[in-house]
């Protein structure tokens, strides 16, 4: 016989041991697979535990870490106050209807874990599936970009989990990338665009001709699409629309040609420090002093945020655009709400802050009213729930999408600010028929709920 | 030095697929056995891997390797919508598409060495991820990132009349490849891939991919052409990172840009060095390190802080929580630089040479305690 020990191969030992560890391995999957026999059951059911936890991943480093901050502590506020433990009750005060009783949801205290999304899809989704696999959570919410919302909002169906959004602009949200478990409290383009129609004929007239700059990523396309077509319809003209990579810090290569395109108007669908550089831009290439075609030159900024506002200075003075909702609205439970977060922070919340604590609110309310965490139930409980005294008037969770109809605001930069808060002045609280479109409007299409169990 | 054997090389694989197979049981108690994390192991351990033969062979430092991630999660993303949710074509055609971009730009950047090469490397990574970001988002969709949809053809899996009400989860023959068995996929191919790259690293080729690193001239001299085996070790890199990058995808079927960004470049060589270059296991540990502080620190708040230091007395606590909270959550990356800072001062060759310290310990006090054995000894 030959000498085996230097032949290559496997030997029998080897053999047997790594044959052994792979069986073991195979097995190993069916001891983790949780309540894999269970019928009725769902991911995370607090059972009989005393708390219950919600997750908030909100970007805390990157180009919208301000807005995170601020989410963050309305996400904060929010669970302090359905614990019962804030210094006054917040907009518990003046919900209709309202099931909670500031004992936690249904008896159970409320926990909360944080994430950091980046802005960034990737990170996003894996900090919120350690929420859900690690941490256990029912729930979880943030926002600020429309790219990472929906990609949660998909992992929210793949895995059983209801996602509240936060900030999110995107038609596609509640239209094409729509799912059964992500809800909308946001506006949108859309709306956006039909607001803002009539408060522009009226200061600008039916004949104009328009010059987008957009964003190139989901939110800005859609919103180019909807300003477009309310423009259309007032009667103006376009005369071209670009699209501009996110994040490009300089674009003065894309506002030189629009100083020769015989265009009157600039829209820009722009956000966060995009926007901000793009603005401050224009302006300082006097596009504002300037008259075409007869008429004073103007910039509109359809999505507006005092956030943003404040990075442009006094370059905003006197531009149009809409907002969600603004702390300056005098209702009952808008002051409830910038008294309460003034009281724990000192100054007024932004609209992103109010959309998180609102979504926070409505979640655990809507558990509330099921009676149960089990998803499947609470979103029954949210399609359809027709509430008030969040303020926004009289708001409508729609079943066919998860989108929200409420009124709205168009607002202009204040040219007197009296505070470094007053930046944005509310030109007219548009109602919400005006903003309210069919659930198959063609912007919208393309999309399917899904299933209610997963 | 003699190479080291087959045989010793299974016994290796034996000690590192148990490792790896058993690794929810041992990352309990630190928090870490959850199976989006453990997922991320062994995704980025085969992207860690993968770097290291390029890295810790030969020395040439790439500073673009993303690139060929995120190629390798568009490929597998393009073929769940148009061929199969079978996970199967997806990593196989994500691997081939990278290992041709790495040839295309390992042609071009391999005419430099040193600087040279890794700024070549980065101007194309970064040309891949402004082409995906931008230019190309027809093919990429963006800053939103490419993701299933219910109309998409999936040619393959319409021939074998396999239907799916909803978004399809991504499958291995039926098995969904999410949560554990996802892992255990992943975990498996880590396994297949280290076995390769250790008998890379003990393999002639791997000599040869050393003797380039110690002295280029002096092998050029004595008559090799080096090019042919630093574009091979270069392609055969690049592959382990579109195979990674198709991991990423099935573990969870999204592509985005920012997998191509330099950050992303950046961290497999921090975590290569971190763990170790040139070491075989170095660079896992690395990952390991890297990945836990992403997740785990990241998301540590005062709340957690508070409940682990209720052990101490009151006061002291709160000290102890106020002097923590800057390193945890938002200042995960504090920490994390501070720990390379201190790892790349004290122990050049990563966490590595710090184990290998500490294993010559008893052998330092040994030497101590026995007086040296005494000339005639050693004649006889």
Redesign the interface.
Known sequence: MTDQKNKPGVSRRGFIKTSGGIAAAAAMPAFFVRNAWAEESFINNPGNAKTVKLGFNVPQTGAYADEGADELRAYKLAVKHINGEGKDNGLLETMQPLSLKGNGILGKKVEYVTGDTQTKSDAARASAKRMIEKDGVVMFSGGSSSGVAIAQQSLAQDMGVVFMCGLTHSNDTTGKDKRRYGFRHFFNAYMSGAAMGPVLKERMGADRRAYHLTADYTWGWTQEESIKSTTEALGWETVEAVRTPLGAGDFSQYITPVLNSGADVLILNHYGKDMINSLTQAVQFGLRDKQVNGKTFEIVVPLYSRLMAQGAGENIAGILGSTNWNWSLQDAASRAFVKSFGAEYGFPPSQAAHTCYVQTLLYANACEMAGTFAPWEVIKSLEGFEFDGMGNGPTLYRADDHQCFKNILVVEGNANPSSQFDLLKVVQEVPREQVTYEPDNPMFAGGDLGPYKV | MSMP???ND??I??LF??AV??A?LWLAPI?AD????LQ?FAIYGIFAVGFNILFGLTGYLSFGHAAFLGVGSYTAVWSFKLLSMNVLPAVALSVLMAGVFAYLIGFISLRRSGIYFSILTLAFAQMCY?LA??VL?PITN????L?LA?DDARVIDTLFGISY???P?TTLFGLEM????GF?FC?VLLILGFFLSLRIFHSPFGMKLRAIKSNQTRMVYTGYNTKPYLLTAFVISGMYAGLAGAL?AVT?P?A?A??MQWTASGEVVLMTILGGAGTLIGPLLGVGIIKYF??IF??M?V?QLTEMFAFLPDWLGKIAVTLTNPFV??GW?LTLGLLFMLIVIFLPGGVMEGMRRIAAIPRKLKQRAVPKPTPATEEK
Do not use: F, W
């Open positions: 054997t087959l045989k299974l016994a694989m034996v697929t148990a197979l058993s929810p928090g959850y199976p989006d994390l991320k402004n970001y931008s988002t963006g800053e939103t990132g993701q219910n009400d909803g978004l989860s999410t949560g554990y068995p255990y975990a990423l969870d999204l985005g920012e997998r992403e997740n990241s998301a708040n709340q959550g938002e990356h």
